[in-house]
C-alpha cells in the first residue's frame, strides 16, 4: 500500500483538505470483548490520537470528529459521565501533544451544555493552540446539523428584520455565512465506522457534495494502515460536483 505521501506527489489534488469521520463502534468493540462501554470509548480515544497522526502526516488540513451528538443525550447517565470524564482527560494528557504537533483546536455544537468546569478547559485548549497551523482538529460537541441550519436560517431572518438584508439576498453563499464551519475549507471526505450507512444528522450541509465512505471497521481498531486506504479510495474517485 503506498502511503498519503506518495499520493500527494503523483496528484496534487489527491489528499483531501477537510476530512470528517463520524467515530462509530466503541459499544460494539467493548461488547465483543466483554468490557464495559467506559472501556470502548477509551479504546476510542486513542483510535482519535491514531486518525490526528494520520492526518497530520498526510497534509489534511483540516479533521472534523463527531464527539458527541446532541442526540447523544438519550444514553444513560453512566455513559454520558464516561464520556465527559474522557473529555478531560483526554485534554489534560492531550494538550501538550497539540502544542507539539502545532495542531489547532476548534469547537462546533453547543459546547456550553457540559457546564462551566468543562467548557473553561475546553476554551482554555482552544485559546492555546490558537496560533498552531500544521492541522486544525474541529471537535463536534452537542452538535446537531440540522439546528446548526435552523439557527443559520434564524440569523439570516432576524437580519431581514433589522433591514439588514432583503430576503432576496439570502442564497447559499449567506446560508453558509451563517454555518459553524464557515472557516474551515468545503468538506471533501466524511468517512462512518462500524459499518452503519447513514450520516446521523452530521455535516448535512456540509456533505452536499462531499465524498461518503462507509467502512466496517469498529473505531477503535481505526489507525493510521485504516486511514491512508481511505485517501487512496477518496484519490480513486472522480469528483463532479453534479457536472458529467
Known sequence: MEGADSLAKKDGNAVPRHVAII???????????????AAGHKAGAEAVRRALQAAADAGVEVLTIYAFSSENWRRSDEEISDLTALMRFYLERELKTLEKERVRLKLIGDYSAFGGELVGRLERAVERTAGNTR???????????RAEIAGAARRLAEKVVAGEMLPSDIDEKAIESE??????????LLIRTSGEVRLSNFLLWQAAYAELLFLDVLWPDFDEKTFEGALER???????????
Not at 467515530?23 to 462501554?37: I, T, Y
Not at 454555518?179 to 471533501?188: A, M, R
Open 23 to 37: 467515530m462509530d463502534g466503541n459499544g460494539r468493540w467493548a461488547e465483543q470483548r466483554g468490557l464495559p462501554r
Open 135 to 145: 492541522l486544525t482538529l474541529v471537535i463536534a460537541l452537542n452538535y446537531g446539523s
Open 234 to 244: 477518496y484519490a480513486a474517485r472522480q469528483r463532479r460536483f453534479g457536472g458529467r
Open 179 to 188: 454555518l459553524q464551519t464557515k472557516e474551515f475549507p468545503p468538506l471533501d
